[in-house]
């Protein structure tokens, strides 16, 4: 069985700066209290850590080329554009792939009461979004798309067994060996998403970690392809 290691974030992140609450407040923050009935994010102080974290993790790796399905308003894809933009990295890019369209007008932020916008109008004032190739999932797959071996990965898709299962396998031929893949959700709200990555781990033997950010029930899992047992059976970073 692949070795399972449990981390707090608040153990494996440093600062949130200015801008990454920014990022967070306008494409990350589901919260709002004003609606009937209220939507509210339990313990944002700590789940605003995950963009700081996988932004951390990035550079650390020194990833250029990230792929993110399940695009939502866009925190982590924005995330790690900010990112590449700030590192001047303009070979860098972000795949992002969703069901809803950027023209799709269903998005609220909680810093403009009930304006409704759609991706696009979200994204057309960042600087950072030239480095983000949005993909409608309904119309064009992962294969299709992807030009580039993929250094981090963000799977947010269904949160069932077989479509985290379905997401990963479409990922994979992008993968190299230093990879760092990285599953949302998986946490005991989602029993689909915990035995996913349970399966995949067990297929690749590859230890993992799950990144808790208690007292909310919100955990993700990270898995570095560079520790698994069938890294040469996988290409090499380019």
Same mark, same amino acid.
């Given at each position: 069985?692949?070795?399972?290691?449990?981390?707090?974030?608040?153990?494996?992140?440093?600062?949130?700066?200015?801008?990454?609450?920014?990022?967070?407040?306008?494409?990350? $923050?589901?919260?709002?209290? &004003?609606?009937?009935?209220?939507?509210?994010?339990? /313990?944002?102080?700590?789940?605003?850590?995950?963009?700081?974290?996988?932004?951390? $993790?990035?550079?650390?790796?020194?990833? *250029?080329?990230?792929?993110?399905?399940?695009?939502?308003?866009?925190?982590?894809?924005?995330?790690?554009?900010?990112?590449?933009?700030?590192?001047? $990295?303009?070979?860098?890019?972000? /795949?992002?792939?969703?069901?809803?369209?950027?023209?799709?007008?269903?998005?609220?932020?909680?810093?403009?009461?009930?304006?409704?916008?759609?991706?696009?109008?979200?994204?057309?004032?960042?600087?950072?979004?030239?480095?983000?190739?949005?993909?409608?999932?309904?119309?064009?797959?992962?294969?299709?798309?992807?030009?580039?071996?993929?250094?981090?990965? &963000?799977?947010?898709?269904?949160?069932?067994?077989?479509? #985290?299962?379905?997401?990963?396998?479409? #990922?994979?031929?992008?993968?190299?060996?230093?990879? @760092?893949?990285?599953?949302?959700?998986?946490?005991?709200?989602?029993?689909?998403?915990?035995?996913? #990555?349970?399966? @995949?781990?067990?297929?690749?033997?590859?230890? /993992?970690?799950?990144?808790?950010?208690?007292?909310?029930? /919100?955990?993700?899992?990270?898995?570095?392809?560079?520790?698994?047992? @069938? *890294?040469?059976?996988?290409?090499?970073?380019?």
């Amino acid at each position: 069985m692949p070795t399972v290691t449990n981390k707090h974030i608040l153990d494996v992140v440093g600062a949130l700066t200015k801008e990454q609450w920014y990022l967070w407040l306008r494409y990350g $923050l589901n919260n709002r209290p &004003y609606e009937t009935p209220p939507i509210v994010v339990e /313990y944002p102080e700590l789940v605003v850590l995950r963009g700081v974290y996988l932004r951390e $993790l990035a550079v650390m790796a020194q990833a *250029k080329t990230f792929l993110e399905i399940g695009t939502a308003r866009g925190y982590q894809a924005m995330s790690w554009a900010d990112y590449l933009n700030s590192q001047r $990295l303009m070979d860098g890019i972000v /795949y992002t792939f969703d069901i809803d369209a950027m023209d799709k007008r269903i998005y609220k932020t909680p810093m403009t009461g009930d304006q409704v916008f759609t991706r696009s109008e979200l994204w057309e004032s960042e600087a950072c979004a030239r480095f983000i190739c949005f993909t409608d999932r309904t119309k064009q797959s992962i294969s299709q798309t992807i030009k580039h071996k993929i250094d981090m990965s &963000y799977i947010d898709g269904q949160h069932e067994e077989a479509p #985290v299962i379905e997401d990963f396998a479409e #990922v994979l031929p992008f993968l190299h060996q230093d990879s @760092i893949v990285v599953f949302d959700d998986c946490d005991e709200r989602f029993s689909g998403v915990q035995k996913a #990555v349970a399966a @995949i781990a067990e297929k690749l033997q590859a230890p /993992y970690e799950i990144v808790s950010f208690e007292p909310a029930g /919100y955990k993700i899992a990270v898995m570095r392809l560079a520790n698994c047992a @069938i *890294k040469a059976n996988l290409p090499k970073r380019n």
